[in-house]
């Protein structure tokens, strides 16, 4: 059977969006054998307060550079789908484009925490996760209570890449160079940093819509 375009789903406020997303995102699609990575720039996480988020068409552009001449295209197409928790979005998705294979791409620090999520066990099931190691979060993450029901769906990386079609439930744990840079300390260093992405009027590449900057905040 033909297998559809793989593509891994990296979600996060990207605020703003850096290095770091870059490089682990390209390791992972190398690892896994992807054909393109989405980087989901949310609206709002539930998790996360709103004090100190960038606007979303700063947050888009942030992004849109750091994915320039990579198979890598952000999108803020949650803001279109309506969705707020990522069930809801790894779904509307699958729905959307049937043809494309999806995985959902994560760091530990998310893993450690990933108990906390909204149908998290149904997250497992709606498409293969992937897990890339970040410092000082691993000890917390194989620790963590979801880590304890995912563990017998760990599927090695080679294998997992081979495969003619995927399915889930199945887990694939990746690590590589540590790489310490972080969106808090960029924001700590310079809180002004969303000022040199005053474009308005944002087109998504995915979309091909114009971000709407009054929703997201």
């Known amino acids: 059977m033909q297998r559809g375009l793989r593509t891994g789903l990296l979600g996060g406020s990207f605020n ?7 490089r682990i995102t390209l390791f ?6 992807l054909d393109e990575a989405w980087w989901l720039v949310s609206p709002g996480n539930p998790l996360k307060p709103r004090k ?51 995985i959902w791409l994560m760091g530990s620090d998310n893993l450690a925490q990933f108990h906390r ?4 066990r149904d997250i497992v099931r709606t498409m293969p996760i992937a ?24 599927v090695p990386a080679a294998s997992f890449q081979k495969r003619g079609r995927w399915s889930a439930p199945a887990l694939v744990l990746l690590r590589f160079d540590p790489d310490t ?18 474009q308005t009027g944002v ?11 009054s929703e997201g905040v």
Not at 203 to 213: G, K, S, V, Y
């Open 16 to 22: 703003p969006a850096h290095g770091g997303h870059r």
């Open 28 to 33: 992972t699609m190398d690892a896994l054998g």
């Open 52 to 102: 100190g988020m960038a606007p979303l068409s700063a947050r888009v552009q942030s992004a849109q550079k750091q994915a320039r001449r990579a198979r890598i295209v952000p999108t803020a197409i949650e803001q279109q789908l309506g969705t707020r928790f990522t069930l809801d979005t790894l779904r509307a998705l699958k729905r959307r484009y049937p043809k494309r294979e999806f």
């Open 117 to 120: 999520w909204k149908a998290w």
């Open 131 to 154: 897990v890339i190691a970040r410092p000082g979060y691993t000890g917390q993450a194989m620790a963590s209570p979801a880590m304890a029901w995912l563990r017998r769906y760990r």
């Open 181 to 198: 840079r972080s969106a808090t300390a960029i924001r700590r260093a310079n809180a002004d940093w969303a000022e040199q992405y005053s």
């Open 203 to 213: 087109r998504d590449r995915l979309t091909f819509r114009r971000i709407q900057t």
